[in-house]
């Protein structure tokens, strides 16, 4: 029985010492476990706090690439996600960032901050329904942060959900109480809810909290004006000058609010004491005039009253240059282009000149032909602005015009260069087609006509040009002749287009068709023209009435025309 006790209490230590060795190796593996985590995480930090710290430095690659280590490290940081998204927007990269945005706010959905960075990033990249999904989220997560439903209820007013960013800015009412930008945002969705009432209610309660603000009543009086609830209005604007009787804004709204209402002897009443008012900024007063003077129906009625607004706004401002550039600009909306031009080349004698002063002043020398001027001005023009096309424009023309055909085509080239707008483009084809002409390169005169043509099949001018100058030349006579058939068919009383179709058809040596069209031009405004008188002689000298052609001969000569040729076939009764 002993022996038996003996391997008994043997089996017994065993099995004890047995448990007790499993329970010790079990802790170690614990405490191991538990250590190699604990590394993990301090080197996590340690990579995160380097990155940040490369971040802060400028180096942005740097840290960019320790931020990607720490994912290798922990692949479910959201931190380090976040400022791998930050990097990349800074560095436009911004599909990148809203993919690493996107991370940041699946791993770390409490995270408020994270939410609103993916949200800018798709407002960015105009993803706003997404942004919007994403900004609720957050303001879900944060009720007290009151700048995320603004900038949500901004979201939506820009897709068109008037009902929510109302809702919205009312929740951010209820903590602040009435506010001016809520108010106003929300009298802005009310009408464009067509809820007009509910519009006027929200400026009422404006008034109700601050009674004594002047630019709430005007406000109120502006938004009857639009509605033509005169009455109304005109009670809000005397409330308003009530309590400020020379406010700025309110006059300035009630300027328009007369115009509306057609009360135009009170408008320019107003005007003058908007002009006279030292607190209001000059600007201001521009902007109002070039208002009335850029409505034409105004401009037709009121130009006596306009002009002496203008005059007395250059006598109340004799040292602003706008003040001399609006009334120039009368002068040229009143045709009186000789005042307009004096008054222009004041101002540029005057003050800073600019592009818009120098077209209109070229425009002006090359309306009333005076083409030296325009050459030298234009000129002046181009070495103050060397990057303008229609200074190249206005200057070949000019130099074209004077026999400078070399430095016509130059300066038409540099320009045609320099532009980059369609229309502008076919007015120097053909300016270049003009001057080509004139310096006897008639292939490229034909391809810049052609290249005008092509843009603009319907160009009479062109077309008359282009037909004209072959039947000179005597080439390509057919083509000329369905050109210039053209400009009789669109304007049949057109005696120069009628001159040019006769003179083809009479070098096409079809003199019958071409006394037919000569003697159309003749009555329809050609018995005045040298040329056209000339023409008439010889194509009645071609269909054999040899009086009639020394008679019509006679008639261009007493119109002006010195021409030998002329001349010779008087002396001769021939044609040559």
């Not at 405490?31 to 340690?46: L, R, T, V």
Request: charged share 25%.
């Amino acid at each position: 029985m002993r022996v038996k006790q003996v391997i008994l209490i043997i089996l017994v230590l065993l099995v004890s010492v047995s448990c007790s060795s499993y329970k010790s190796v079990n802790r170690a593996k614990g405490k191991e476990i538990k250590q190699i985590k604990s590394n993990k995480d301090q080197q996590y930090y340690y990579v995160f706090i380097e990155a940040n710290r490369k971040k802060i430095l400028g180096d942005l690659s740097g840290a960019l690439e320790l931020y990607y280590e720490c994912l290798k490290i922990k692949p479910d940081a959201a931190a380090a996600m976040y400022e791998i998204s930050n990097i990349n927007t800074i560095l436009k990269n911004y599909d990148t960032a809203v993919k690493y945005a996107k991370m940041a706010t699946d791993n770390d959905q409490e995270n408020k901050w994270y939410q609103l960075n993916l949200a800018e990033l798709l407002i960015a990249t105009k993803k706003y329904e997404e942004a919007i999904k994403v900004y609720e989220k957050a303001y879900a997560l944060d009720q007290k942060d009151l700048e995320i439903p603004y900038k949500l209820a901004a979201l939506y007013t820009h897709v068109k959900n008037y009902e929510r960013a109302i809702q919205l800015y009312n929740e951010i009412e209820s903590s602040l109480g009435i506010h001016e930008s809520l108010s106003l945002a929300k009298q802005q969705l009310y009408y464009n809810l067509g809820q007009k009432t509910k519009a006027y209610e929200e400026i009422e309660n404006l008034i109700e909290h601050y009674p004594g603000e002047p630019r709430y009543y005007g406000i109120l009086a502006e938004m009857y004006t639009n509605d033509n609830l005169f009455i109304k209005a005109q009670e809000n604007y005397d409330k308003l000058f009530t309590i400020d009787s020379t406010n700025q804004l309110g006059l300035l709204s009630i300027i328009d609010f007369y115009r509306k209402k057609m009360d135009y002897d009170n408008a320019f009443k107003t005007v003058r004491k908007v002009i006279d008012h030292k607190q209001i900024d000059y600007n201001q007063k521009v902007i109002v005039l070039v208002s009335i003077l850029n409505t034409r129906s105004e401009f037709n009625i009121y130009n006596q009253q306009i002009k002496e607004l203008l005059t007395y706004l250059k006598e109340k401002y004799p040292d602003k240059k706008d003040s001399y550039t609006l009334y120039a600009d009368y002068l040229i909306k009143m045709n009186e282009l000789e005042k307009a031009k004096t008054e222009i080349e004041f101002i540029l004698n005057n003050f800073e000149g600019n592009i818009a002063l120098w077209e209109q002043l070229l425009y002006i020398y090359s309306y009333n032909n005076n083409f030296d001027t325009l050459y030298t001005q234009s000129k002046a023009a181009i070495d103050s602005f060397p990057d303008h096309d229609i200074f190249y424009l206005f200057n070949g023309i000019s130099a074209n015009q004077t026999g400078k055909t070399k430095e016509a085509i130059k300066s038409l080239v540099k320009g045609l260069n320099l532009t980059k707008t369609d229309e502008i483009k076919i007015d120097f084809y053909a300016n270049l087609g003009e001057a080509y002409h004139d310096n006897g390169e008639y292939e490229k005169s034909d391809y810049y006509f052609d290249l005008v043509l092509k843009a603009q099949p319907d160009n009479l001018y062109i077309r008359n040009n282009y037909a004209y100058y072959l039947s000179l030349r005597g080439e390509k006579l057919e083509y000329a002749e369905s050109l210039s058939k053209v400009t009789v068919q669109k304007e049949p009383n057109n005696s120069t287009y009628l001159d040019t179709y006769a003179w083809i058809l009479f070098k096409l040596e079809r003199y019958q068709d071409a006394l037919f069209y000569i003697k159309r031009a003749f009555e329809r405004g050609g018995a005045e023209s040298n040329v056209i008188v000339e023409h008439y002689g010889d194509i009645m000298y071609k269909v054999g009435n040899v009086d009639a052609a020394v008679e019509l001969w006679k008639l261009s000569k007493e119109l002006g025309n010195a021409s030998k040729q002329l001349i010779e076939k008087i002396e001769k009764k021939s044609l040559n």
